[in-house]
């Protein structure tokens, strides 16, 4: 019964990663097509990439982080959500492997 639940956690927190990895880079690709159209340029362009990897921050004073910051605000929302769980689960992952291992014997 305990080795389930183990195993049912260890899946939940990969499935939360692997969710949030695909999050992360499908709003990013989109915002990253949406300033190419409302500004030009490349959709890979170094500057675009900066733009988005400062959604959230204090630092995010430019004119094409406002525009999307301004129009896309539950999509913001969905990023910096999927930037935090991208972190916090694979943390997680390895604290339920150390518990799993330690005190349940599961594997």
Not at 1 to 24: E, N, P
Not at 32 to 47: H, I, N, T
Request: net charge positive; aromatic share 12%; with cysteine.
């Amino acid at each position: 019964m305990t080795q389930g639940i183990f195993w049912a956690l260890l899946a939940a927190g990969a499935f939360a990663f692997l969710l949030a990895v695909q999050m992360r880079f499908m709003i990013s690709h989109a915002f990253r097509r949406a300033l190419a159209a409302k500004f030009g340029g490349e959709m890979a362009s170094l500057e675009y990439r900066q733009v988005i990897a400062g959604l959230g921050h204090s630092l995010a004073a430019t004119p094409e982080a406002r525009h999307i910051e301004a129009i896309y605000q539950s999509a913001v929302s969905h990023l910096l959500l999927a930037r935090k769980v991208s972190i916090v689960a694979p943390v997680a992952c390895a604290a339920i492997l150390l518990i799993g291992r330690a005190y349940f014997g599961a594997f």
